[in-house]
T-cell receptor, first 112, second 116 residues
Framework: GNSVTQMEGPVTLSEEAFLTINCTYT??????LFWYVQYPGEGLQLLLK?????DKGSNKGFEATYRKETTSFHLEKGSVQVSDSAVYFC???????????FGSGTQLTVLP | GAGVSQSPSNKVTEKGKDVELRCDPI?????LYWYRQSLGQGLEFLIY????????KSGLPSDRFSAERTGGSVSTLTIQRTQQEDSAVYLC??????????????FGPGTRLTVL
């Protein structure tokens, strides 16, 4: 079946530090890949996506590249801000279905 | 415009009681999804409605769970004879249904269910 494994948290960084949250997946076919973010007290929001191999999704300074050879979609940001503190979820949507399969989530706290 | 809304925002119930959770999708969105977010299981897919097609119920954990979508809009998730392990945040999402490989799902704020 389909599954997503992401780096366990919590992750605590100082402002302006470099961020990487690892995500690997198992799926048949060619899934679409996503990062969702859940800010404190808010609902899930789509952060970025990539729908085919070698695509790079980017938004708000965050980037992730769809690597089919390593079945990975690691999230990166060069310089985090306090406002980036949130829970980040890696997810996939298989080509045969529309629903999302999520990773377990990674809590990020950025300290000033 | 209005986003996905869910009600109630919090629900506390006693073990064995039935509960109904409501989702109002974004107007014009033909696809609707229910997910569950719990400490032990993370975020799990429950059920998916796509236009007038039969729903995909493959994620429902037991026959105590059911959902309907009336008039292609509002959806109700019903849990019968609730158990403590049903305690979770129930999330609803909606999307347009198009030809793209993926149509963004917009999530509601969730209903936090606590079964005592």
């Amino acid at each position: 079946g389909n599954s997503v494994t992401q780096m366990e948290g919590p992750v605590t960084l100082s402002e302006e530090a470099f961020l990487t949250i690892n995500c690997t997946y198992t799926a048949t076919g060619y899934p679409s890949l996503f990062w969702y973010v859940q800010y404190p007290g808010e609902g899930l929001q789509l952060l970025l996506k990539a729908t085919k191999a070698d695509d790079k999704g980017s938004n708000k300074g965050f980037e992730a590249t769809y690597r089919k050879e390593t079945t990975s979609f690691h999230l990166e940001k060069g310089s985090v801000q306090v406002s980036d503190s949130a829970v980040y979820f890696c997810a996939l949507s298989p080509s045969s279905a529309r629903q999302l399969t999520f990773g377990s989530g990674t809590q990020l706290t950025v300290l000033p | 415009g209005a986003g996905v809304s869910q009600s109630p925002s919090n629900k506390v119930t006693e073990k064995g009681k039935d509960v109904e959770l409501r989702c109002d999708p974004i107007s014009g969105h033909t696809a609707l999804y229910w997910y569950r977010q719990s400490l032990g299981q993370g975020l799990e897919f429950l059920i998916y409605f796509q236009g007038n097609s039969a729903p995909d119920k493959s994620g429902l954990p037991s026959d105590r769970f059911s959902a309907e979508r009336t008039g292609g809009s509002v959806s109700t998730l019903t849990i019968q004879r609730t158990q403590q392990e049903d305690s979770a945040v129930y999330l609803c999402a909606s999307s347009v249904l198009g030809l793209a490989a993926y149509n963004e799902q917009f999530f509601g704020p969730g209903t936090r269910l606590t079964v005592l």
